[in-house]
């Protein structure tokens, strides 16, 4: 199954018209076997949007978010999701909070992105006056313009400016020069 995932996924970034025959051909495999795992184009569309989120709470888990001291929890957290985003794009884009899986995994990563703000906060990383559902919402931004970048793809150097443009902004003036 994971080889028709990763072929649909491949075959819809190039081509969002893509057949399940073409699905198929990318994958390697009849169009019959794929016929046989997902009965319409619309259900492998949601099984790839379904894997791929379970691939973002993965990429979240994997940078411990909840022990490695924050600011390396922070780009870790950044550049992992960031390898998924780009990766996945198509599939991504399509993760519906309508779906039940893909709306409870969207909510435990919401919980665990507070978790290591707050952890931030305490550690001095972020303002202590700072508004964690502001951040959070503002980090989420600043994710989703640098996986939509088509001029850098190097996670590491999209992560490095999006943790930078989040912890310093991008102006010269001092907060309390406002």
Known sequence: MTTILEAAE??????????????????????TTVHRRFATREALIDA?????TR??????????PDTAPPLVALYQTTANV??????WGFAMSRASSANPEVARVHTDVRDTCERLFRRAREAGVLRADVDIPWTRRVYYALIHEAAQS??????????TLVVDTLLRGVGTLHPDRL
């Open 48 to 52: 790839l949007a379904v894997w791929a």
């Open 150 to 159: 088509r001029d850098e793809k190097d996670t590491d150097a999209l992560a």
């Open 82 to 87: 960031l390898g998924v985003k780009v990766s």
């Open 55 to 64: 691939q973002f709470a993965a990429a979240v888990d994997a940078a411990h």
């Open 10 to 31: 491949r075959t819809l970034s190039r081509d969002p018209a893509a057949t399940m025959e073409q699905i198929a051909e990318a994958a390697g495999v009849a169009r």
